[in-house]
Structure formats: C-alpha cells, structure tokens
C-alpha cells in the first residue's frame, strides 16, 4: 500500500466509496525550512473528468531528470489514483513545466495546504 493509499481530508472526513473515487496528492519536500506541505483533491463525480485529463497529460513514463546538485530546492511528490489506474512520481523544482507544473498548480489551487 502507497504512502497516501487512505489519504483523509485535511479536515479528517471520510468519503465513503473511496476505492473507486480519483484522488490526487502533491506535496512538496525541501525548501530552507525543509517543511513539507501537502494538498489534496477529492473531485466529485462531476468534476472528476477534468482531473483525470490532467493527470493523463502527465508524462508518467519519461523520467524527470536529475536536478542540479544545491540545498534547499524544492521536490514535488505526485501521488494519483485513478478507478482504473495508481501512479507515483517524484520530480525535482528544477523539471516541474508543461503538464507536471498545470497539475500540481490545479491541485495546489484547489486544495488547502497541511504539514504533511
């Protein structure tokens, strides 16, 4: 089981049927602090479509890239869960563009962040 499988709401709520449900988790480790923060989006059924072309749009199988060697950079852990599909990346500050930076930048607007 992943790291953020029975990931709950910042404000401890359940949603009932959460197997089936998308479910996306971004956080971001380093920075001068090295605080990690996390946000989460638990789209309704609705709006679940929306998320899961964002998520599609991510290159999954390309590897990012080593970042340049310096401290307090910033990394972003990308944890997904589709109803047919889990996925789990990590990607250096330095190579967040295109569909990686338009996720993490949608789920960060849509969620509140948390210490994670």
Same mark, same amino acid.
Request: proline share 9%; hydrophobic share 35%.
């Given at each position: 089981?992943? @790291?953020?499988?029975?990931?709950?709401?910042?404000?401890? &709520?359940?949603?009932?049927?959460?197997?089936?449900?998308?479910?996306?988790?971004?956080? #971001? &480790?380093?920075?001068?602090?090295?605080?990690?923060? %996390?946000?989460?989006?638990?789209?309704?059924?609705? @709006?679940?479509? %929306?998320? =899961? @072309?964002?998520?599609? %749009?991510?290159?999954?199988?390309? /590897?990012?890239?080593?970042?340049?060697?310096? /401290?307090? #950079?910033?990394? +972003?852990?990308? +944890?997904?869960?589709?109803?047919?599909?889990?996925? @789990? !990346?990590?990607?250096?500050?330095?190579?967040?563009?295109? /569909?990686?930076?338009?996720? =993490?930048? /949608?789920? #960060?607007?849509?969620?509140?962040? !948390?210490?994670?």
């Amino acid at each position: 089981m992943l @790291e953020y499988e029975n990931a709950a709401e910042p404000d401890g &709520s359940d949603h009932g049927d959460a197997e089936s449900a998308v479910l996306i988790v971004v956080v #971001r &480790s380093g920075g001068i602090a090295g605080m990690r923060r %996390r946000w989460l989006v638990r789209p309704e059924p609705p @709006e679940a479509d %929306r998320w =899961v @072309e964002l998520v599609r %749009r991510c290159p999954w199988d390309e /590897a990012p890239g080593d970042d340049p060697v310096g /401290a307090d #950079r910033y990394v +972003w852990r990308i +944890w997904v869960r589709l109803p047919d599909e889990r996925r @789990e !990346t990590e990607i250096p500050d330095s190579r967040l563009d295109g /569909a990686w930076r338009e996720l =993490v930048e /949608a789920v #960060r607007e849509a969620g509140r962040p !948390t210490p994670a």
